[in-house]
C-alpha cells in the first residue's frame, strides 16, 4: 500500500484521553494474519469499539459520530507493548495521518514514521489545550504543519513546534517507505558504485 504524501493538513481530531495504550489494544493480536498493509483499520482498537456479539460500543470515540479527522489524540505514553508494526498500519488503514501524544513508545513511534503517520509528541499541558479544545467543540480543527514542524489549535492559535528525525520527514514529505527512499537514490547510487 503507497504510502501519502504529507505536508500540512488541517482537520478535526478524534480523542482517546487514555494513557498507556499499548499495540495489543491498538490491534488485537488474533488479527495479525495478513502481511499487507491494508484491511487492518476495520479492526482498530476492535476490543473497545465491539462488543462480544460484534455490536458497536456507543460510548467508544470511534463510535460517535461527532468525532472525526485525521487526527487522533491520545493520553500518554501511547503505543506501549509488543513491537507489532501493525498497529501503525491500523491507525494509518483506518484514516488517520497524525497521533498526538504527550509521549510515545520507540518502537511505536519508528513504526509510525515508517508507515507514513506522523506522531507529534508534545508537553503535557499542550496536550490538555488540544483535549480541552475537542470537548469544547468537536468540530474544531487543527493545523498539522510538517515543513514548519508546528501542531496549531486553530480555534486559539496556541501552537507547538514538533521535533522529528530530518530523514523520516523527508520520507513522509516525498510518500516514501525505506525501500522507496532507495529508490529515489538509484541514479545517486549507480553513479556512486561506478566510482
Known sequence: MPIDKFKKIQTPAVP???????????????FLKAVERK???DNLFRDWRYNKKDEPIVDFVL???KFSG??????????????REHAAWSIYDYGF???VSSFFADIFKGNALNNGLLPVQ????????????????PTSTFSVDLVEQTFVIDATGSSFSFEINSYK?????NGYDDIDFLVSRHEKIAAYEEQ
Do not use: H, M
Open 16 to 30: 482517546l484521553p487514555i494513557e498507556n495504550v499499548d499495540t495489543d489494544q491498538i490491534i488485537p493480536a488474533r
Open 39 to 41: 484491511g487492518f483499520g
Open 63 to 65: 463510535n460517535q459520530s
Open 70 to 83: 485525521q487526527i487522533l489524540v491520545g493520553g500518554k505514553n501511547f503505543g506501549s507493548g509488543s513491537s
Open 97 to 99: 495521518r497524525v497521533v
Open 122 to 137: 508534545v508537553s503535557e499541558e499542550f496536550l490538555e489545550e488540544v483535549f480541552a479544545q475537542i470537548e469544547k467543540d
Open 169 to 173: 520527514k523527508q520520507c513522509l514529505l
